[in-house]
């Protein structure tokens, strides 16, 4: 029973499967409309497995021709040239000036540097044995493969540092000093003595021989702390040392591969001239950071200028054996007593190292510049090299501004200083602390970058034809620096007259303004920036990527960046570098919110990042600032405080321009606005139509009488046919026709247009405008003060600063001011003094402050202090 249900299940089922497959039609193969049931379907099991086996073989044929299709493809793609994609051609920062620097007297920049982009240092040396080993060993064990840093220290380039110390005593001029110092010492004991200058009862012979050898024993000890005993070994070792302790406390050394072969490019046109390289000072790693990558580069490194403060046990032997030379801060004595004899050695200790061939380097800003921005620039040793070339001791030189910037500045900050209190000096002790805790943090990037090498010969030649030389006005003029008595610029060693002393100031400026504007923007500048001029009160992470997207726009083409990335890592990462100390984020209704700290030592600190940034916008925000106060005074004459009309309000070109003039005298201590081969009238022009042009403000064009769109037409078609007409012959031309009547080119008065000011663009006119407020604040704090000298007081200069800083502390705990800066006070009472409101002497080595007449009376305080708020905006 069973086994017959188990045979009728079979059979069931087979029937089942053939009904099935009896309603499936047969591929095409068969033919169209080919009924796969004959006789009412799949009849016998051979029929089933011959449709099996027909669309396995489409199966198969469908995959052969898919790897054919592949293989056809794969060998096209390979026998197609590769498209070469050209990546973007880039800016170089810091070109020479094309009116100082000849083009046939440069190094030519080819497109390919303009592709390249920085790199850092630190991590293209990790390469460097093997590529070492490929090159020179193929197929050989090379060490270097696995001590790279090590390789390519013991690698770099030897070059000859001939000593020359020994030359410098007997020089001429050092023997001349020394007699001139010794005259002194004997009148100086004839008048202590109370003796007539003939009296022969004081032995002048016997005293001469005296001072002259005591002299002499000083001039020995003075050469000795002074000179640089640079040598290969230590440089080498000390490249290797840096190249293990840097990644620990930074991320990185970034530095333009084209501007170091503009280097090689001017060293090979050039090899017998020597190189100045001049940086700008922010960090006392800025002393060995040049001659590392120098050295790393097979470019002779050079000696450095230092100060005598470095000369400290252990670290000031390793920097005099890795380059540097020691310099007095101040080369005279406090009594104010010229000391002849320290001059002369300095003076021809740097002659004869530039003779023997030894590149050099110093600081143009003399020190670390404490609030971010660049100070003016120290002219002394610049004096020197100068001196040099004017004597044939040198047939030229080639200068090489240096740009310098750091994420987060390695030497901690300067409030300290920027309050008023001394500076801590350095010690053994503290050098080593720093180290050590320098070790243990993070500092983000550093960057450097090297202007275009220019010749100094060719500079000198074009300042000295130009009739452009001076930045300012007639009566700006007047206030042109005066030397500092400190400084081996100006002195009886080095003897120019007055516009040999102009023209050396003009180099070092020029060289100032180049470093500036070459000078990478950080991802802490930008957010610096940002925070304290725009969202002083905090934004949300949103806004300020937005912010940032506008900022780096702006810069773009101008300025070269530090960074790259999305606005949005780049404030995270600045806002974390920077810490809670200065930066905090907090969350609100979920979006990350930043705000800086307002406290005032924490805004100082803050500031020296934002004011890496000043510089550039300085023009910008004077001539806005400008505007503005012209406007609300408009306001003011027409009684008018609705919102409605602001807009209506406008501002005459020329009253502008005279107003921005004044404002730039007042800051003159603060900004190198233009080079000295520029016209800050036609910058500030410039900078005018540039904002027009952007919508900041506007300047519409006037309407043409009949006349004077004849004139214009007339004056068109004589210039288009072809007509040898210049511009005077126009002129004289069309001065009877309309000048007479209008006193404007073809009888229009350019001087005469309006300025408008757009609705649009307010929000970026008051940000342009809190560029500039915290130093016009200061300054007119420091107005404030002077009364403090009336009735004839004088103050000792560091105390009537106290009393300044305290004066703008008040100030700022009430809101009108917002940081403090002992610099800018500094800068303010060099104004005074160049306008003859105060008097700085010099009494027994105390700087005394006091009001000169006839502004030593309180309404002409009153006067002093109403020009400077003039500048202040509300």
Not at 313 to 333: E, M, Q
Request: net charge negative.
């Amino acid at each position: 029973m069973a086994s017959g249900r188990a045979i009728d299940m079979v059979d069931i089922i087979s029937n089942r499967v053939q009904e099935a497959y009896g309603s499936f039609r047969l591929p095409s193969m068969f033919g169209p409309g080919t009924d796969t049931q004959q006789n009412g379907g799949f009849s016998t099991y051979s029929m089933l497995k011959r449709f099996s086996e027909a669309g396995r073989r489409q199966r198969q044929l469908n995959v052969d021709n898919d790897r054919m299709v592949r293989q056809q493809s794969l060998f096209h793609i390979k026998e197609m040239p590769i498209p070469h994609v050209q990546p973007e051609l880039k800016p170089i920062p810091g070109l020479a000036c094309q009116y100082c620097s000849p083009t046939e007297s440069r190094p030519q920049i080819g497109a390919d540097d303009r592709r390249r982009s920085a790199i850092d240092i630190l991590r293209v040396t990790t390469h460097a044995g093997e590529q070492y080993a490929r090159v020179h060993n193929p197929g050989k064990f090379d060490w270097g493969v696995w001590c790279p840093q090590l390789a390519q220290a013991t690698r770099v380039r030897r070059f000859s540092y001939p000593q020359v110390a020994g030359a410098v005593l007997p020089d001429e001029r050092v023997q001349e000093a020394l007699d001139t110092a010794v005259k002194e010492s004997i009148n100086d004991k004839r008048a202590e003595l109370g003796l007539a200058e003939h009296d022969e009862s004081f032995d002048e012979d016997s005293y001469y021989s005296e001072m002259l050898r005591n002299h002499e024993r000083r001039a020995g000890k003075i050469l000795i702390g002074m000179r640089s005993k640079i040598s290969n070994l230590v440089l080498r070792i000390t490249s290797w040392v840096l190249y293990k302790l840097l990644p620990c406390f930074m991320s990185g050394v970034a530095a333009h591969p084209a501007q170091i072969d503009m280097i090689k490019r001017a060293i090979e046109k050039h090899p017998d001239v020597p190189l100045i390289f001049l940086p700008l000072h922010r960090s006392h790693l800025d002393y060995i950071m040049v001659s590392f990558i120098l050295l790393n580069n097979d470019i002779k490194c050079p000696l450095v200028a230092g100060g005598d403060n470095l000369r400290i046990p252990v670290f000031g032997s390793i920097l005099r054996y890795d380059g540097a030379f020691f310099i007095k801060r101040k080369i005279d004595p406090l009594t104010g007593k010229k000391d002849h004899v320290y001059r002369a050695i300095l003076h021809t200790y740097l002659q004869k190292c530039l003779t023997a061939g030894h590149n050099v380097e110093f600081f143009i800003e003399g020190g670390r510049t404490r609030t971010g921005k660049p100070c003016m620039p120290k002219s002394g040793i610049l004096s020197v090299i100068v001196d040099a070339f004017n004597d044939k001791s040198i047939a030229d030189a080639l200068i090489v501004p240096v740009s310098i910037n750091y994420e987060k500045l390695v030497d901690g900050n300067f409030v300290r200083e920027q309050l008023g209190q001394k500076k801590i000096p350095e010690s053994f002790a503290s050098a080593a602390s720093a180290i050590m805790k320098v070790l243990k943090a993070r500092y983000g990037l550093m960057r450097i970058d090297f202007n275009e090498p220019f010749s100094l010969s060719e500079l000198i030649k074009s300042l000295r034809k130009s009739d452009t030389a001076h930045n300012y006005t007639p009566e700006m003029r007047r206030l042109q620096h005066k030397p500092s008595s400190s400084s081996l610029f100006g002195t009886d060693v080095v003897q120019e007259e007055q516009d040999q002393r102009q023209l050396i100031d003009n180099i070092a400026r020029h060289v100032v303004y180049d470093s500036a504007r070459a000078t990478s923007v950080m991802t802490t500048n930008a957010l610096a920036f940002l925070l304290l001029n725009r969202f002083r009160d905090g934004a949300p992470l949103t806004i300020l990527v937005e912010a940032l997207d506008e900022l780096r726009a702006v810069l773009s083409g101008v300025r070269d960046l530090g960074f790259t990335g999305s606005s949005e890592d780049v404030i995270r990462y600045a806002a974390d570098l920077l810490g809670p100390g200065l930066v905090t984020n907090e969350m609100r209704n979920g979006q990350l919110f930043i705000k800086p700290v307002v406290m005032i030592p924490n805004v100082i600190e803050l500031s020296y990042y934002s004011n890496c940034l000043i510089p550039h916008f300085a023009l910008e925000s004077i001539v806005v600032t400008c505007a503005g106060l012209l406007k609300r005074e408009a306001e003011r004459k027409i009684n008018t405080d609705r919102h409605d009309h602001l807009d209506e309000v406008t501002v005459g070109r020329r009253e502008l321009l005279s107003m921005c003039m004044e404002f730039a005298e007042l800051l003159m201590y603060e900004f190198i606005l233009c080079k000295p081969c520029q016209k800050l009238e036609t910058v500030l022009e410039n900078t005018l139509q540039e904002l027009c042009l952007r919508e900041i403000l506007s300047q519409p064009e006037p309407e043409l009488t009949e006349e004077q769109q004849m004139a214009r037409k007339l004056a068109h078609n004589l210039q288009f046919d072809g007509l040898d007409v210049d511009d005077e012959e126009l002129d004289d031309y069309f001065d009877d026709q309309h000048k007479s009547t209008s006193g404007g080119r073809y009888g229009i008065d350019e001087d005469d247009t309006r300025i408008h000011f757009p609705a649009e663009t307010h929000c970026n006119r008051l940000v342009l405008e809190s560029v500039l407020a915290p130093f016009t604040n200061t300054y007119s704090a420091v107005a404030s003060s002077l009364h403090q000298l009336l009735d004839g007081n004088s103050i000792v200069e560091s105390e009537f600063i106290r009393v300044c800083i305290k004066e703008i502390s008040t100030r700022v705990e009430l809101g009108d001011c917002e940081s403090i800066s002992t610099d800018t006070v500094r800068n303010c009472l060099k104004v005074f003094e160049k306008r003859s409101y105060i008097e700085t002497t010099n009494n027994h080595g105390v700087r005394l402050v006091s009001l000169q007449p006839p502004f030593d009376t309180m309404a002409e305080l009153q006067n002093i202090v109403q020009q400077v708020h003039t500048f202040v905006p509300v």
